[in-house]
C-alpha cells in the first residue's frame, strides 16, 4: 500500500480506489508477531499511523470498497479514506480494545468520520458494524447487496469523480480536512498515545492481567499467560 500510494503522489492521480482482492478487506495487525516480537507492535502502530496520514493528506480523492471484515487496522485506514463504499457483509471494527490495545491511533481520522459519540462507542465498546449500520452512521456513504452490486457501486462513484474537476477536487479535500482539525500534530499525539500504553503489551512480565492496559483475565483460566490469554481471544475475533 505504502508504493502505491508513492505512485498516485508521483502521477498526479485524481481518485484513487482501494478494495480487496480477497473477502476480508483488512484484518489489522499480525498480534500474535506483536507480543512475540519485540518492537513488533510498536513498528506496527507507527506506520499504521503514518499510513492514516497518508490517505488523509493524499491530494487524490480516496475512496474504500469494503465487502468484509476491516478490523482494527483495517478500521483505521477505512477512517482515513474520503469515502466509503459498504456491502452489508462489511464488518468494521476496533475489537483489538478487547485485547488491550488502543485504537487511538485511528481517532485524528475516525472522529470525523463518525462524530465524537459514536467513535467513542467503536472505540470503548469493541462492536463491529455492518453494511446497514455504517450507513445509518454516516460513516458508509453509499452501501449494495452482494460483492457485485458493491463493485458496480465502485466503478459509479470513480467515473463521477474523476469527471470532476481535478483542481476543485484537491482544494476540496484540503478544506474539509482543515475543518475537521485533522492536523500533522493531531496524528503526532494519538501515535505517540498509543505507542505509550503499547509497552504494557510489549512487556507482559512488568504486567499482571488485571492492571494491564485495561485488559482482565478470563475467570476461567486464570493460570495462563497473558500472551497465551490474549492467544485466545485472537482466534475468537
Do not use: N
Amino acid at each position: 500500500l505504502e508504493a502505491h500510494l508513492q505512485q498516485v503522489r508521483e502521477r498526479g492521480a485524481t481518485v484513487l480506489a482501494i478494495e480487496a482482492e480477497g473477502p476480508a478487506f483488512c484484518a489489522g495487525f499480525d498480534l500474535r508477531a506483536a507480543v512475540e516480537e519485540e518492537g513488533a507492535l510498536d513498528s506496527f502502530i507507527t506506520r499504521l499511523g503514518s499510513l492514516c496520514r497518508t490517505l488523509a493528506t493524499l491530494e487524490a480523492v480516496v475512496v474504500a470498497a469494503v465487502g468484509g471484515p476491516a478490523l482494527a487496522g483495517g478500521a483505521a485506514l477505512v477512517s482515513a479514506c474520503d469515502l466509503l463504499l459498504a456491502s452489508t457483509e462489511a464488518r468494521i471494527g476496533y475489537p483489538a480494545v478487547r485485547l488491550g490495545i488502543s485504537p487511538a491511533v485511528s481517532l485524528p481520522t475516525l472522529m470525523p468520520a463518525v462524530g465524537p459519540a459514536m467513535a467513542r462507542r467503536l472505540m470503548l465498546g469493541g462492536e463491529l458494524l455492518d453494511g446497514p449500520a455504517l450507513a445509518r452512521c454516516g460513516w458508509a456513504h453509499a452501501t449494495a447487496e452482494d460483492a457485485e452490486g458493491l463493485a458496480k457501486l465502485l466503478d459509479r462513484t470513480v467515473e463521477r469523480l474523476a469527471a470532476a474537476g481535478p483542481e476543485s477536487l484537491r482544494a476540496t479535500k484540503t478544506w474539509c480536512r482543515e475543518q475537521a482539525g485533522t492536523t500533522p500534530e493531531a496524528f503526532e499525539a494519538a501515535v505517540a498515545a498509543t505507542l505509550a500504553l503499547s509497552a504494557t503489551l510489549a512487556s507482559p512480565a512488568q504486567a499482571t492481567p488485571a492492571t494491564s492496559a485495561g485488559w482482565s483475565a478470563p475467570t476461567s483460566s486464570p493460570d495462563r499467560s497473558l500472551v497465551e490469554q490474549r492467544r485466545s481471544l485472537l482466534r475468537l475475533l
